[in-house]
């Protein structure tokens, strides 16, 4: 059964802590990317990769940081940095083909307590 | 980096077709218009993807005029599992580097 999968679906941390969240794709797409969600907004782009052993900052990647030493996992680690961290995070994978259209996965609430 | 501008939100009746317009005045020659659909709670779902002219699948269609500044997605006979915010987005790849979300557009369907 072929998707994207995230974990956990629910994260509650405090304040001043690390924590890591996971995604994990057998759709042998090169690109995954890293977004968050917040109430009624759109989505925004923390961190995307385009192949292994490489990654790229998106609009507001301060305050996050990952790693993509597997083409199928790309995990996101929120680190007590990040001033406000409590969101909707959201992970995706897709071809790179020009018309390569995004696979979601189903989401991590994060709350910071 | 091509911007969109679609309608915050929309009502609409069971059985009706929904027609959300995008406008994207500044297209370049090798972007492609992609829809996505999203529920509470869950990542967004791809809806319909095309260049030029129409595209329909199972789902939906979606009209392109022949100048590209806009595009149409057409959901036909919608249902109250229709209910859910539509994203347009434009761009010459999928990868990252120019791939914006806006707040979309929430549909609601009223019985």
């Known amino acids: 059964d072929g998707g994207i999968t995230q974990s956990p679906k629910y994260l509650f941390r405090k304040e001043g802590q690390n924590v890591t969240l996971s995604c994990e794709q057998n759709?042998?797409?090169?690109?995954m990317y890293w977004y968050r969600q917040d109430p009624g907004q759109g989505l925004r782009l923390i961190y995307y990769?385009?192949?292994?052993?490489?990654?790229q900052k998106g609009d507001i990647a301060e305050g996050y940081s990952v790693s993509r030493e597997k083409k199928e996992s790309f995990p996101l680690t929120v680190t007590s940095a990040q001033k406000n961290p409590t969101a909707f995070y959201l992970c995706?994978?897709?071809?790179?083909?020009?018309?390569?259209?995004?696979?979601f996965g189903p989401g991590t609430r994060l709350t910071v307590l | 980096l091509a911007k969109t501008t679609q309608p915050i939100s929309m009502d609409s009746y069971e059985g009706q077709e929904v027609n959300i317009t995008c406008s994207h005045n500044?297209?370049?020659?090798?972007?492609?218009i992609t829809w996505y659909q999203q529920f509470p709670s869950q990542g967004p779902r791809f809806i319909i993807q095309?260049?030029?002219t129409k595209v329909t699948n199972e789902v939906a269609s979606l009209f392109i005029p022949a100048d590209r500044k806009s595009s149409t997605l057409s959901l036909p006979r919608v249902s109250l599992s229709d209910t859910a915010v539509y994203y347009c987005?434009?761009?010459?790849?999928?990868?990252?580097?120019?791939?914006?979300f806006g707040p979309g557009t929430r549909l609601s369907v009223l019985p």
């Open positions: 995706a994978s897709a071809t790179r083909e020009p018309s390569g259209t995004q696979y």
């Open positions: 759709l042998n797409h090169d690109a």
């Open positions: 990769s385009q192949i292994v052993n490489d990654f």
């Open positions: 500044n297209i370049a020659t090798n972007d492609y």
């Open positions: 095309g260049y030029k």
């Open positions: 987005l434009v761009g010459p790849d999928n990868y990252g580097q120019n791939f914006v």
